[in-house]
């Protein structure tokens, strides 16, 4: 991109940042933004064509269970699930999901509790189903 950057400005930005729905908003020196998914779509030339995973949105993926799938990927079956922990999952899955909890959906200091979130987008990532 030609011209001045100003990192300073883009950190306000995503640290601002709040999503609702299909729209993204931000506050960045005292100006309101708000990027809809119209205006994503003309910057970028892109549409959103594959599924869509937010919070509490799972109806894409046909036939999930949050529980089912984690007593699935667990190296002991017998094991008393307590929480979504990342220490008994099998190897692949465990790698999966520290790339999911470090790189792909950060959330600060604990990467070793699965969300529901997390746990669909490693369901998503073993079965190849393409998201966005």
Not at 48 to 73: A, H, P, W
Request: aromatic share 10%.
């Amino acid at each position: 991109m030609p011209g001045n950057t100003y990192p300073d400005l883009v950190k306000v930005l995503y640290t601002n940042l709040l999503i609702d729905g299909e729209n993204i908003y931000s506050h960045v020196k005292g100006v309101d933004m708000e990027i809809t998914l119209a205006v994503w779509t003309a910057i970028t030339g892109k549409k959103y064509t594959r599924l869509r995973i937010i919070k509490g949105n799972v109806g894409g993926v046909e036939d999930f269970n949050k529980m089912q799938y984690y007593v699935s990927c667990l190296k002991n079956l017998h094991l008393k699930v307590k929480g979504f922990s990342v220490g008994g999952l099998k190897l692949n899955e465990r790698i999966i999901a520290f790339i999911v909890l470090w790189m792909l959906t950060p959330m600060g200091s604990n990467n070793f509790f699965l969300t529901e979130k997390d746990l669909v987008l490693i369901y998503c990532i073993m079965k190849n189903i393409k998201v966005n």
